[in-house]
């Protein structure tokens, strides 16, 4: 999944992007307002990490222009927004709340207890209660990022892991290569033009063929159980 991060403290904007990456997610950097408001207007994000104390401006402003766009200026208005900052009065906190932050953490924070809270907003918007996800035989939990087939572990790469779980969070709907893409890669990551197809090719050799459906010239998909 990937995450947009608005911090403008170098120490730790790096500690979040080593962090949130050895979890698995596509992190994105900014670190002001403009540039995470250019960011969201051209990038598909599943979540936004929001410091408020940003160089050029207070992250609420992100938030308000975030939750009030247009859906011709931007298709997803409701992108989960975590708010991470040194602001711990509860004025603040009511503040975010109501303008449509989804959750608030204040610095510090353990690491462990962060990438928690973004797997409980991403199941959120994705319609989803239960932490595991099941199709069939294949179960996959997000925060071990564990893998089973018929109660056989199954070991995946990251990015085979990544495209598994983004068709599992949205079956049985198909997405394309291009919205696959944008769900795995950041701005820096290198891309290989077939790189999906591959991913898709090895996931059918560990996990068979049935699992994971293409739907010619649009792109794949992970068929509902069979009644």
Not at 66 to 91: E, I, W
């Amino acid at each position: 999944m990937r995450v947009l991060v608005v911090e403008d403290d170098e120490g730790i904007a790096t500690g979040l992007d080593a962090h949130l990456r050895q979890l698995g997610w596509a992190v994105d950097m900014t670190d002001g307002v403009e540039a995470a408001w250019t960011a969201l207007c051209v990038e598909p994000f599943d979540l936004v990490l929001l410091d408020l104390g940003l160089r050029d401006g207070d992250g609420s402003e992100v938030l308000r222009r975030l939750r009030h766009a247009s859906p011709d200026r931007l298709p997803d208005a409701a992108t989960p927004v975590l708010v991470m900052t040194a602001r711990d009065q509860v004025a603040a906190r009511i503040e975010c709340l109501d303008m449509g932050a989804d959750d608030y953490v204040t610095k510090p924070f353990d690491p462990d207890e962060l990438a928690a809270r973004m797997r409980a907003l991403r199941r959120r918007s994705v319609g989803r209660a239960q932490p595991l996800l099941r199709a069939g035989p294949l179960e996959i939990d997000p925060a071990t990022r564990a893998v089973r087939l018929d109660g056989q572990a199954v070991d995946l790469s990251a990015r085979e892991f990544g495209v598994l779980l983004s068709l599992m969070e949205v079956r049985p709907r198909v997405l394309s290569r291009a919205q696959i893409e944008a769900r795995l890669y950041s701005w820096d990551d290198a891309l290989d033009s077939n790189a999906v197809e591959v991913h898709v090719h090895h996931l059918r050799k560990k996990l068979g063929e049935g699992v994971v459906r293409t739907l010619r010239g649009v792109g794949y998909f992970v068929p509902e159980d069979k009644a």
